[in-house]
């Protein structure tokens, strides 16, 4: 297996970046996007943008004629959109091909209990009479005549992409590469799993292959707005690198489009570590507009928990907050104002932004969004009201009301902040936690009055996507 | 805002842990979880039987793993650690963390025989880890290899929740006052009976018959939100024996999952059932007798029993499940060990085939899933010689049912040696496995509607 610092290696020296080159750092998140332009690490032009309103394209398009930049020498790019596509629409072109008699895996593995529709369909499931055993002797050859006709199959339901799950491929993959030069051959896109990973369960690599497959189309048009956006602006040939969650460079490899899920963390985790003092441990904490999540840079995650079970995912280790930025206000079952398990989103998002319709906890700090870019523009007077007449409404409703508007809110603000205090003293392992992201100035400055045990670092917003341009 | 702050403080802290409590010193339970459901309620017992006869102070860790002090299996380990002592103005504070090690299938009659049964035990006490304790428990014949190790490392993590506990006090000044506490546990109360309620009350009667010879009869009643179920005229064990506090966690479990109470496991909702095991029947077993069996098929049966009872008290669209399952130890040469558990419900979420197949010499040849059916199919060859000892349930007869619903298949584990017929396995047993010998289990875990459902 390379390692990290490998690949680091490998990057930095056929990347290097000159003092002189202007390089752009994009972060796409689910709703929003930041765009950073650097020149030997100094800020150039800095924005952030809700993509409901300007999209991916036409927002990138927009920032850098308004930086007046002509030319860049690279672009990186982070994002996250690909949880979008997976929560809503996930890829429908995908085939499966299994060993034979385990063809119904992703049903047989799908924790009971999950909510989330089949990672595939059942009639893009095919069976192939082969086997391989755990020494990796071949059992069973895959014949002529069954493959000709699974292609036949693959054809008739007008299958682009397909996945080819053997059992024991990693000891002897002659029966998956037989198959997959043949689908090669016959004009489809095949995926395997990395062979690679060291990793013990075969549904997990399984599930990131169909995961990569079925996000394949969405990330290409993601790929083709930033490249439409920034052609005459890079240099000719070039295009924006993604990074992935193992802090891979990478544009046409199908294989780390789920990862790419993780490429900022992979960053922010690797920049800091860089800075800061050699056995110094320390967490970060981001508090971005979509997503509060502490991060802890010296340890991996091996899995992602998804909602088909368990994903190899070689990430840093994240745990998300219980309380995110758009969390909804509600009525707990003891009758009593709480915030709920559910995050909404900003589609429609917080009331203060105008078109919600639940309560959320950005709400409550609505009125102090002043100069954060992004929501500072999409704050509506009418919302912050609105808001306040539906929470007063609510807090009306419970067993035992809080008597005056402002004590509830203050009362609510004291309760968010109490509680993601009380995640950072039971989830940090070191004293010093490095808050990060658009919100951190705000809530990084709340807890760091509450939680004088721990060192507090606030970086600027700006960082959050500059970071993600340095040390290729 | 009290009740709800306590809840999630309280989920914050048990959010690493798969099987834990958080309760005061009463032995009230606060909150709690586990992934085997009918445990929670466990928990008070853990407690009372602990700190009954043990002075544990602020950062002591007691361990118990006895079925009949609130315990599950003897591979399951109850740590309770004192988080704060009782004073005027607050209820004091224990965590129970319930932890797995070395789980093994080894059917008996006698508990002890069964396993090393560890009554409430301090093995950290004053910052002092109680070695010598740890060691005559590590002695023991039945005790796994690696217990003493093991012990240390949970004991060490435990110490990191106690300063984290005392961190939370400090910099959050936690109002979890005795007061406060009681108001949460009667709001949960409340909240629960209301749920109940809402969807009717009235009686239901209900029998299911174990392979091993028991007989659960149950009628159960409910008006204004509290439920009475009364297993009198219920069989005494042969086979199966299951603890008093086993029987009333089975049965909460099953009104949990009913009635969408799984979130609020605590002493307020737990007080809404009322349980009457006689004297002497299988549901009220005593030591020394096995609790295995018990534990695996008499849970299994006393919920199937709750969930046909209740449905004839409540119209429901919901599907009739089995909660039954096989558990198969395979020991090869070199006592490498394969315990699986078999459920059609959840069986292979975490069953990696390629793992086991380089762990043990074991080809799988095919793992069929229906998850509507909640049906289930698995077949795999052994390559070499092994000793097969296996749990199961319902292979015999299925259990008598209520319309609409009906049992039309059993589970079934058969064997196949090269060039004979399938033979079928009773419902438990060991036996010797030739290589190239073919398993097949068929596993159901739903009822069949008869005719269609009341709604």
Known sequence: VTSFNNICKDIQGSMAVAESDVILALYVGESFAEAHLSQNKKKLHFHRWYLGKDGLKGGLIKFMQESGIEKISKAYVASRFPEKVLAYRLGGSVAVLTTQGFENWPGTRQPLNSKASALSSMDLLFAVDERTTAAGVVEREVGDVELTEIVEKLKQKQAKRICIHFLNAAQNSQNQQKVKSLLQQQGFEVFTPDQDALQPDEAALWRKNILNASLSGTFEEVQEDVHTALQTHLPEGQRAFFISGEGQLFDKENQHRLSSLWGASHIWARGLQQKSKPNLPFEILYLGLEMFTLLHPQKKNKTWQSPWGQVQSDRVQSHPLALQPTTAIELSPWNELSFSRTSIGYEPGPMFMGRGQLPTLLDLWGAETEGILGLDDRRSPQGLQKFKNQLWALNKAAAQPIESEDNLQSSLKQWALQKLAAELILNCESRKIICLGALAPLFGAELKKRLPEFNFEILAETETASMLGQGH | ?455
Request: proline fraction near 6%.
């Open chain 2, 1 to 455: 805002m009290q009740s709800s702050w306590f809840y999630e403080i309280a989920d914050l802290f048990l959010q690493p842990e798969v099987s834990a409590a958080l309760a005061n010193f009463e032995g009230e339970v606060l909150h709690s979880k586990s992934n085997l459901g009918f445990e929670t309620t466990g928990f008070r017992a853990t407690v009372e039987s602990s700190l009954k006869y043990i002075a544990a102070k602020p950062g002591d860790v007691v361990l118990t793993n006895d079925p009949y002090s609130g315990g599950s299996f003897l591979h399951r380990y109850n740590f309770l650690l004192v988080l704060a002592s009782p004073s005027p103005s607050s209820p004091g504070f224990v965590l129970c963390v319930r932890r797995d090690f070395s789980p093994r299938l080894n059917p008996c009659d006698r508990l002890d025989e069964e396993g090393l049964r560890i009554p409430p035990t301090p093995i950290y006490q004053g910052d002092h880890v109680m070695t010598p304790i740890i060691e005559a428990m590590s002695m023991h014949p039945l005790c796994a290899e690696g217990f003493s190790t093991w012990l240390q490392s949970v004991t060490t993590e435990l110490n990191l929740y106690f300063t984290k506990w005392q961190n939370l006090e400090k910099s959050l000044k936690l109002p979890f006052s005795t007061p406060q506490i009681k108001k949460f546990l009667n709001f949960s109360n409340h909240f629960a009976t209301e749920k109940i309620s809402e969807r009717g009350e009235g009686e239901g009667r209900s029998e299911v018959r174990l392979d091993s010879g028991e007989v659960i009869k149950l009628r159960l009643e409910i008006h204004n939100g509290l439920v009475k179920a009364d297993f009198g005229g219920t069989s005494p064990g042969f086979k199966c024996h299951l603890p008093d506090g086993a029987t009333f966690g089975a049965c909460y479990d099953a009104l949990s999952e009913f009635y969408n109470l799984q979130f609020f496991r605590n002493s307020g909702t737990f007080s809404i059932l009322q349980v009457t095991k006689p004297l002497g029947c299988f549901l009220n077993a005593k030591y020394p007798s096995s609790a295995h069996r018990g534990l695996q098929s008499g849970v299994a049966a006393v919920k199937l029993a709750m969930n046909m009872a209740l449905r004839q008290i409540v119209k429901t669209s919901q599907a009739l499940n089995t909660e039954s399952e096989l558990r198969l130890e395979m020991v090869f040469p070199e006592n490498r060990r394969w315990l699986s558990q078999w459920t059609p419900k959840a069986s292979g979420e975490a069953l990696s085939i390629e793992n086991v197949e380089a762990t043990y010499p074991i080809e799988f040849i095919k793992f069929e899933k229906n998850l509507e059916k909640a049906s289930m199919h698995v077949e795999f060859k052994t390559l070499q010689p092994c000793q097969l000892r296996w749990h199961s349930d319902f292979t015999l007869h299925a259990p008598r049912l209520p319309a609409p619903w009906k049992a039309t298949s059993v589970g079934l584990l058969e064997t196949q040696t090269l060039g004979s017929e399938w033979a079928k396995l009773s419902s438990q047993g060991n036996t010797d496995i030739a290589p190239g010998t073919t398993l097949r289990i068929q596993l159901w875990g739903q009822f069949e509607r008869a005719e269609k459902a009341p709604v």
